[in-house]
C-alpha cells in the first residue's frame, strides 16, 4: 500500500480516552514500524512523546487534517508484545486512558524522549603486579595510592565508585595512578548490583519448606499461582531463593515486589550472599538514570533478577520464569492517584498471559487471596511453624485504662523494657504515628493546630520547630501565642515516634536509640546506616512506625511493643478491622526471630474487644475466618464489586454536581445489577485546598460492573460540570477515606 495512503495510530499521554492518528515522519517507511516504538509528535503548542499502536490505512478523522509526526525515537518496540497486550488489558480493566497507561510502563526518562541507551559503570580490581607492592613504603610517598591498594585487595569481585563514595573526589586521580601503574586494571561493567562470587548454601528445610519448593518448581513452565501462607519467621524467603535458584538454572529471569522500599536493601543482601548473578533494583529511590538502566538491562536480559516496588511490575524481561509477590496483602501494591493499579493483581495477570508460575507471600493474607484459595483459584502452601528453632512470640494484652502513663509508655511496659534490655536483648516500640505529637494545642482555650488547606490537623516536629502537614506537605513555624487568646501556654497533644523517643531517651540515657519512620529515612543511605547500627547486636531500643513493622529480621529483639494496639478498631473503612490485625501480627512477628524467646505486649483501652481477643488467642487465621463470614453476610468485597468515582475542586458545589450529572448518567446507561451510593464527601472533605466527594459503585458481579463502567466513563467528560473538577475513577479501591 502506498505510505500516502498509511496513518500512524498514536497512544499519547493525556486524559483523553482515544487514540491519536498522525502522517509518517518524512524520511520513514511505515512498513518498517512496529507496534510499541516511540514517536516524537506535535501536539497542541507543543511537543510530546507516544506510544505507537498500529499502521492503519483508515484515518479517525479527514487525512487532510493530520499532522505528520515529528520523529521516530527507536529502531525496534521498546514495550513487547507480551507488556503491550498486559497495558492494554490494564487499560480497559481501570478505565483508564490508553496513552497514560502505557506512559506508566515507561521510565521518566523514555517518557522524555531520551535514547534506550544504557550507561555502565567502571570497576576497579587489583592486579598480581598491585598485589607485589609494598603498601607500607607506598604510604610514606603516596597515602591515597597505598589506602586504594589495600582496599582493591580485600575485594574478591573489585570496587566501583560507589565503594569510594566516602573519599575525596581526588581518589579518582589516585586510581588513575594505579591503572597506569599496571597496579590496577579498569572495566566497564553494567550497573546492576552483583551476588557474591561464593554464594552461600541454604539451610536445610523442613518438612513443609521442602513441600512448598517441590510444588512450586513442579509448576515451573505454566502458569499456576501459590499463596504462601506461612508465619512470621517461616522462612518464606528461603522458598522464594529456592524457587529463584530453579529458574536461574533454566537461564530465566525472576521479578520478585515488595510493598515498601524499606524492604529492598536487607532483601537485596540477601539475595546477594545467595546468587552470584546481576541484579537490577527498582524504586522510587533511584534517580532517572539509574531506573533507565535497571530497566533496560532488565529488558535485555542482563540483570537476572528484578527486584522492585510496585511499578516495577511493568519491567520487560527477554526471558521470564518466575514472579514473586512479597507481603502480597500489603495495601501499598495499590497505586492511589493516576492509573489507580494494584500491582499484585497486574502481576498475577501477567504471570498468566506468560504462561510462568507466580507465588503470593504473606503471613496475613488478603481476605481477596484466602477466597481465591477456597475457589480453588490459587494453591495453597502452608508455613505453619517458624524455621529453626525459633518459637512464636507470646502475646498479651496490656490493660491501661487507669495506668498511669508516661506519654504512651504504662509502668508495666517500662518495666519490661529495663529487663530485656538488662538481659542484653534489643526491644522494638511500634507506634503508627510519626512526628513528636499528632498536633498542638492551647491549654487555655482549646486552640488545635489545623492545616489551612486540609480538614485535618497539623503534626507537631519537635527536631525541625514546625508543623507539618502529613497530608498534603504544608508547614509552618510553631507558633509563638495561641492565634486566637494569645496564650502562650501551647502543649503537644499526644504522641508521636519522635516525642516517644524523647522520652525514652531520658529513661535510658545509656541505651542507643533508633527511630525508623519517614522523617528519620529521608536522606539516601540512612535506612542502611540505621540497620547497620541495628544489627550490630548491642542492646538497643527501636521506635517505628509501619515501615519497621515488615519483612526485616532483627534476631536480637525479645521485646515488642504495640503503643496503641486500639488505633484500628474504631476506623471508617470497612477494611480498617483487616489491616489493624495485619499491622499487629506482622509487627509481632519481629519479637523472638532468633533463638531467644520473644515477647509481646499491646496497651490497649478496650482489652475485651472482640476482634483482640481472638487475634490474640487463636491468630490471624480464626480473625481472617470471621471477617470473611461478616463480608459476606453484609455483601462486601471480596464478595461483591466496587468502584470508587472521585471528584475534587477548589468549591463542594462544582464537585458535588458533577457526581450528580454522573450518576444521573448512570441510571440512563442502565444499572441493573448495580448500587450507586452518593455523592457524599469523603471522610476528610477538604485536602491540599480541594473539596472532595465521591460515588461508589457496587455489584455482586463483577462483569455488570465493568458493563456500565466502558460507556460511562467514556462520557464522563462531556457532563456540563466535568470542566470544573479533577475526576478519577479507582477500580476496586482499597481506601474508600
Not at 537476572?304 to 518466575?322: C, E, K, L, N, Q
Amino acid at each position: 500500500m502506498p505510505k500516502s495512503e498509511l496513518v500512524l495510530r498514536v497512544a499519547i499521554p493525556s486524559p483523553l480516552y482515544s487514540s491519536f492518528d498522525y502522517l509518517p515522519p518524512d524520511n520513514c517507511d511505515p512498513t518498517q514500524l512496529k507496534k510499541g516504538m516511540r514517536l516524537r509528535l506535535p501536539f497542541g503548542r507543543s511537543q510530546t512523546v507516544g506510544i505507537l499502536l498500529e499502521v492503519s490505512d483508515t484515518p479517525q478523522i479527514e487525512r487532510h487534517k493530520l499532522k505528520p509526526a515529528i520523529e521516530v525515537l527507536d529502531n525496534e518496540p521498546l514495550l513487547t508484545n507480551e507488556l503491550m497486550s498486559l497495558l492494554l488489558w490494564c487499560s480497559d480493566y481501570y478505565h483508564h486512558p490508553i496513552g497514560e497507561t502505557l506512559a506508566t510502563a515507561l521510565p521518566t526518562a523514555l517518557r522524555q524522549g531520551e535514547a534506550a541507551t544504557t550507561k555502565h559503570r567502571s570497576l576497579w580490581c587489583i592486579t598480581d603486579s598491585g598485589r607485589e607492592v609494598d603498601t607500607d613504603k607506598l604510604g610514606k610517598r603516596a597515602k591515597r595510592q597505598a589506602d586504594l591498594l589495600l582496599r582493591l585487595s580485600a575485594s574478591h569481585a573489585g570496587l566501583t565508585a560507589a565503594h569510594f563514595k566516602e573519599l575525596p573526589r581526588t581518589w579518582i586521580d589516585a586510581m588513575a595512578v594505579l591503572v597506569k601503574n599496571g597496579w590496577a586494571d579498569m572495566e566497564q561493567i553494567p550497573a546492576l548490583e552483583f551476588g557474591h562470587p561464593k554464594p552461600e548454601t541454604g539451610p536445610e528445610l523442613n518438612a513443609e519448606q521442602a513441600n512448598a519448593v517441590e510444588r512450586i518448581h513442579n509448576c515451573l513452565g505454566m502458569f499456576s499461582a501459590f499463596l504462601l501462607d506461612g508465619v512470621t519467621g517461616s522462612g518464606k524467603t528461603e522458598i522464594y531463593l529456592r524457587s529463584i535458584d530453579a529458574v536461574l538454572k533454566n537461564n530465566q529471569q525472576a521479578l520478585v515486589l515488595v510493598p515498601e522500599i524499606t524492604l529492598t536493601p536487607q532483601l537485596v543482601g540477601r539475595f546477594k550472599r545467595r546468587f552470584n548473578v546481576p541484579m537490577a533494583v527498582m524504586h522510587s529511590g533511584l534517580n532517572n538514570r539509574e531506573r533507565l538502566n535497571a530497566w533496560l538491562l532488565a529488558r535485555n536480559g542482563e540483570a537476572s533478577i528484578i527486584i522492585g516496588t510496585r511499578s516495577a511490575v511493568f519491567t520487560p524481561m527477554s526471558r521470564p520464569g518466575i514472579l514473586i509477590v512479597d507481603e502480597e496483602h500489603d495495601s501499598s501494591f495499590k497505586q492511589q492517584s493516576g492509573l489507580r493499579y494494584s500491582a499484585r493483581d497486574l502481576a498475577i495477570v501477567r504471570a498468566r498471559k506468560l504462561g510462568i508460575p507466580i507465588v503470593l507471600g504473606s503471613a496475613t493474607p488478603s481476605l481477596e487471596s484466602l477466597l481465591n484459595v477456597e475457589q480453588l483459584r490459587y494453591q495453597r502452601l502452608s508455613l505453619p511453624k517458624r524455621a529453626g528453632s525459633a518459637k512464636p512470640p507470646k502475646i498479651s494484652l496490656l490493660d491501661v485504662r487507669s495506668q498511669n502513663m508516661e506519654e504512651q509508655l504504662s509502668a508495666p511496659l517500662t518495666q519490661l523494657i529495663q529487663h530485656h534490655l538488662g538481659n542484653s536483648n534489643q526491644v522494638l516500640l511500634f507506634l503508627n504515628r510519626r512526628g513528636f505529637s499528632p498536633s498542638i494545642i492551647c491549654h487555655e482555650c482549646g486552640w488545635v493546630g489545623h492545616c489551612r488547606r486540609c480538614d485535618t490537623h497539623m503534626t507537631l516536629h519537635m527536631q525541625k520547630r514546625h508543623l507539618r502537614c502529613h497530608h498534603c506537605g504544608s508547614q509552618r513555624p510553631i507558633p509563638q501565642q495561641c492565634p486566637d487568646c494569645g496564650s502562650v501556654d501551647l502543649r503537644p497533644l499526644g504522641s508521636g515516634t519522635e516525642r516517644i523517643e524523647t522520652v525514652l531517651t531520658e529513661q535510658f540515657p545509656d541505651i542507643p536509640i533508633s527511630r525508623i519512620d519517614r522523617d528519620s529515612t529521608r536522606k539516601k543511605g540512612s535506612l542502611d546506616a540505621i540497620l547497620n547500627d541495628i544489627n550490630s547486636g548491642e542492646p538497643r531500643i527501636l521506635i517505628g512506625t509501619q515501615m519497621l513493622a515488615k519483612g526485616h529480621h532483627f534476631p536480637d529483639v525479645t521485646l515488642v511493643g504495640i503503643l496503641d494496639g486500639d488505633q484500628g478498631l474504631f476506623g471508617v473503612d470497612f477494611r480498617a478491622g483487616e489491616r489493624m490485625a495485619q499491622l499487629i501480627i506482622q509487627v509481632t512477628g519481629r519479637a523472638g526471630r532468633g533463638d531467644k524467646p520473644g515477647q509481646v505486649i499491646i496497651q490497649t483501652h478496650h482489652p475485651d474487644n472482640p476482634m483482640l481477643q481472638l487475634l490474640c488467642q487463636q491468630g490471624y487465621h480464626a480473625f481472617a475466618k470471621a471477617a470473611q463470614s461478616e463480608r459476606q453476610l453484609t455483601a462486601l468485597p471480596p464478595y461483591s464489586h466496587m468502584a470508587l468515582l472521585r471528584a475534587e475542586a477548589n468549591h463542594s458545589l462544582p464537585a458535588e454536581h458533577f457526581l450528580d450529572q454522573a450518576h444521573t448518567l448512570a441510571e440512563q446507561l442502565g444499572t441493573h445489577g448495580i448500587e450507586l451510593y452518593g455523592p457524599m464527601p469523603a471522610v476528610m472533605e477538604r485536602r491540599a485546598g480541594k473539596y472532595r466527594y465521591q460515588l461508589l459503585l457496587q455489584a455482586n458481579k463483577r462483569a455488570d460492573l465493568h458493563r456500565l463502567l466502558g460507556p460511562w466513563t467514556m462520557q464522563l467528560n462531556k457532563l456540563p460540570e466535568a470542566r470544573k473538577v479533577r475526576w478519577s475513577l479507582d477500580v476496586d479501591p482499597v481506601d474508600l477515606i
